[in-house]
């Protein structure tokens, strides 16, 4: 689904945008870009997804858990930071600014989601939650 709405992005990004505004060939083109990066993060959402709910239908919901929590604070959010501000923009100078704008927080959250997905679905498949006891 994900694929056919980023092939569909250039017809369907005009109904969104004001045409008289100058700025609504640039606003298309972005979104167009965007929704083929969306489509990437849809996959890797799905894995994560399909895995923490089995996770925690088997009574495993803290690894999930945790796993998000982790990767949402030492990961996306730096990352984020990173790839989203130019030089001097961000919140502090501790990080790299690569300046890529928006598609650029869209790439961390393809990273991020990217990680997440396959840490927790290696979870589910070493079989660790066979050795919870739910009560």
């Known amino acids: 689904m994900g694929i056919l709405l980023a ?3 250039p017809w369907l990004a005009p109904f969104f945008v004001n045409a008289s505004d100058p700025n609504a060939a640039a606003v ?3 979104s167009t ?4 990066i969306a489509s990437a993060y849809q996959v ?15 009574g495993d919901a803290k690894a999930p858990a945790i ?3 982790f990767l ?12 989203f501000f ?14 890529f704008g928006a598609e650029g927080g869209w790439f961390a959250a393809v990273i991020y989601t990217c990680l997440l997905g396959v840490l927790v ?4 498949r070493s079989g660790a939650w066979r050795r919870i006891e739910v009560i």
């Open 67 to 69: 796993a998000a929590a």
């Open 86 to 99: 130019r030089p001097g923009e961000g919140w502090g100078n501790f990080f790299p600014q690569f300046g």
């Open 33 to 36: 870009a965007i929704l083929w």
């Open 44 to 58: 890797f959402d799905g894995l994560y997804t399909g895995s923490a709910l089995c996770l925690r239908g088997a």
């Open 72 to 83: 949402s604070w030492l990961g996306f959010v730096p990352l984020a930071h990173m790839l």
């Open 121 to 124: 679905f290696w979870r589910w």
């Open 7 to 9: 092939l569909a992005g």
């Open 28 to 30: 298309i083109k972005l």
